[in-house]
Nanobody, 124 residues
Framework: EVQLVESGGGLVQPGGSLRLSCAAS????????MAWVRQTPGKGLGWASG????????TYEDSVKGRFTVSRDYAKSSAYLEMNRLEPDDTAVYYC?????????????????WGQGTQVTVSS
C-alpha cells in the first residue's frame, strides 16, 4: 500500500520557519519525483516546489523562491520542505505528492500519489 505521510505543520508568526516532512512507503522512492502542493480556500490547489527522482534538480514557484528549500533523503524514503521567512499568504494545507513521470512539476493534476496534508498557518 502506497503511503505519503506529512508532518511538521503548525502555527507560526510571520517571519518564522517550519520544516515539513513526508515519509513515503509502498513504492520505489528513488525512482519517483516528489512535490509539495498547497491548497488555500481562496486560491485553490497550487504547486509550491518539486525535486526530481535523482535529487539533482529542484524547482520552486516564484513566490517561494529564496525562502523554501526542498530536499529528500533516500535512506529514510522521505522528502522535506524547509520554509523560512514565512508570510501570511503561505497559509495553506500542504500536501506531499509523487509520481514516476513528471513532465511539468507545476501541474498538480499529474501526481498519482498524495498524502493527507498538514496545515500551516502563518499569523500573528
Amino acid at each position: 500500500e502506497v503511503q505519503l505521510v506529512e508532518s511538521g505543520g503548525g502555527l507560526v508568526q510571520p517571519g518564522g520557519s517550519l520544516r515539513l516532512s513526508c515519509a513515503a512507503s509502498g513504492f520505489t522512492f528513488w525512482t519517483y519525483s516528489m512535490a509539495w502542493v498547497r491548497q488555500t480556500p481562496g486560491k485553490g490547489l497550487g504547486w509550491a516546489s518539486g525535486i526530481v527522482s535523482g535529487g539533482g534538480m529542484s524547482t520552486y514557484e516564484d513566490s517561494v523562491k529564496g525562502r523554501f528549500t526542498v530536499s529528500r533523503d533516500y535512506a529514510k524514503s522521505s522528502a522535506y520542505l524547509e520554509m523560512n521567512r514565512l508570510e501570511p499568504d503561505d497559509t495553506a494545507v500542504y500536501y506531499c505528492a509523487a509520481d514516476s513521470i513528471v513532465p511539468e512539476f507545476s501541474d498538480p493534476a499529474q501526481y498519482t500519489y498524495w498524502g493527507q496534508g498538514t496545515q500551516v498557518t502563518v499569523s500573528s
